[in-house]
């Protein structure tokens, strides 16, 4: 991914040496310079290049100085690196830097070897912020916990930005049910109940990270389980044959000893939105995914009976030479006008 970098000097002979150093990396397209003759201009720039990665600023400039737009740049973008560029033994600017938030500096005359590595790892470190929003962004526990306390802790614009960001992907959806056990539920002490449906749980969360998939939410005694990237539906149903046969093995020795758990389920897929549903006023998000596709699903998982896996005929025609399946027929479905054609996943 290429690293734009904007460089804000108000010499021209930097902006040809910058070039010149720099060249091979502009040609394989791993960095993009902007550059800008003062703060000002460059706070310019920055408007047309919401993108910029690093800012490598001199501090002496007309119009506007490099402390001076570090510290707008702090105010605007606090993700926003900046190197600043400081005459040799310039002290008491460089602390000033240092304290409106400049990630390194370096010193004139610029030792362009000493450069390049300073912009590696300042690039390096900007790259670990992004994986850190994005992992922020897909966090398991975060999607089911958001509210204006950690947001607010958060505090910063990009990261609000990104949890209200979403996206339409082709992926995959499974409803896992445990079967009777509402049931047993009302005939257990809670303890147990709980203690069950945990252990429940945990096989099936074992088995839907094997095939890369993500817990979207638990739903009483159901999983509601999506994946998306490559065979998608292949590995929703590889992790759903997987989940149906470790519950028929399992043996809990918890609770009634003549229950036998089965699991009800039902796959789907095609194009769903993924993003963060909630209340912005209570700014309690829950990041999943919506959509025909997914209520398919749902429906698909109440039709089938206990150790059941339902899908499309859509579906089927994709997995068919990958999965022994059989013909269930046409299925009316809640709030479909038209019934669906189901097939049964046996192995």
């Not at 720099?22 to 047309?48: C, D, P, S, T, V």
């Not at 309690?284 to 998982?301: E, F, K, M, P």
């Amino acid at each position: 991914m290429i690293t734009k970098i904007l460089v804000v000097d108000d010499e021209e002979d930097l902006k040809i040496l910058i070039k010149q150093r720099f060249r091979q990396k502009i040609r394989q397209n791993e960095y993009e310079f902007i550059f800008a003759e003062n703060g000002r201009h460059a706070l310019e720039q920055l408007l047309e290049h919401t993108d910029v990665d690093l800012v490598l600023s001199d501090i002496n400039m007309p119009e506007m100085d490099g402390l001076t737009l570090l510290s707008k740049l702090s105010e605007q973008n606090s993700l926003l690196k900046s190197i600043m560029v400081s005459a040799y033994g310039d002290m008491e600017n460089i602390r000033t830097a240092m304290n409106r938030g400049a990630f390194d500096f370096i010193t004139k005359p610029i030792d362009f070897k000493d450069l390049e590595i300073t912009i590696e790892k300042t690039i390096a470190h900007v790259n670990t912020i992004k994986k850190t929003l994005q992992a922020v962004k897909e966090n398991n526990i975060l999607r089911m916990y958001v509210d204006e306390t950690v947001i607010n802790f958060m505090g910063s614009k990009e990261i609000k930005t990104a949890l209200f960001d979403n996206e339409s992907v082709e992926g995959s959806v499974a409803f896992i049910d445990i079967c009777g056990f509402t049931t047993i539920s009302e005939n257990e002490p809670a303890d147990k109940i709980v203690e069950m449906l945990n252990a429940y749980f945990d096989i099936m969360v074992k088995e839907i990270i094997k095939q890369e998939g993500t817990v979207d939410k638990f739903l009483g005694d159901s999983v509601m389980a999506t994946f998306k990237g490559k065979y998608h539906i292949d590995r929703t149903i590889e992790a759903c044959l997987a989940i149906r046969d470790a519950i028929n093995k399992t043996d809990l020795k918890i609770g009634i000893k003549s229950y036998k758990p089965q699991v009800s389920i039902g796959i789907n897929s095609g194009d769903m939105v993924w993003g963060n549903i909630g209340s912005s006023t209570l700014r309690r998000l829950d990041y999943t995914v919506i959509g025909d596709a997914v209520n398919v699903a749902s429906r698909l998982q109440s039709a089938a009976g206990k150790g059941k896996i339902f899908i499309s005929e859509t579906n089927y025609l994709k997995i068919k030479d990958s999965f022994n399946c059989k013909k269930v027929g046409k299925i009316k479905l809640k709030n479909k006008k038209i019934p669906l054609i189901v097939y049964e996943v046996i192995s």
